[in-house]
């Protein structure tokens, strides 16, 4: 693939000559500009996912908040630390959706919803029940319906 130096090049080539116009110049170059951020970003997440092995014992449950301080040491407010407004949007806005990406490469398993997420991979259970007695099956609609 041609370095972005290239294409901007040949791009301000396609220009000079009046080949395009100025605004598929601009929206052109804005394209190029946006895959070149995707890609150093897809890069970023990549990085982190041997980190996230290397950190990550098969069959435990963690919380995310738990997985950004230990792979990337970025703390939250759960962990006691009080952080400032551009700290969190930081930890929320960049660090969480990079592992939250790393976690879907590494294939890793989620539990639960909102606050009470939990990641792992491996074949990690639920540490609660939500039913009451798992060992009893539940009690099918059909059974209980006779006339």
Do not use: W
């Amino acid at each position: 693939m041609a370095t972005t130096k290239t294409l901007f090049s040949n791009l301000n080539s396609l220009l000079c000559n009046g080949i395009i116009s100025e605004a598929e110049h601009s929206r052109i170059q804005n394209r190029i500009h946006k895959a070149e951020t995707k890609a150093a970003e897809a890069q970023v997440v990549a990085d982190l996912v041997p980190q996230l092995q290397d950190f990550m014992v098969a069959d435990m449950q963690y919380k995310i908040s738990d997985l950004v301080r230990g792979v990337m040491g970025i703390s939250a407010p759960c962990h006691g630390y009080r952080e400032t407004k551009e700290e969190q949007k930081h930890r929320d806005g960049v660090a969480k959706p990079r592992m939250l990406a790393a976690l879907e490469i590494l294939g890793a398993s989620k539990y639960g919803s909102g606050a009470q997420t939990r990641y792992s991979f491996g074949e990690a259970a639920p540490q609660f029940d939500t039913n009451g007695d798992a060992s009893e099956p539940a009690a099918s609609g059909e059974d209980s319906q006779e006339s």
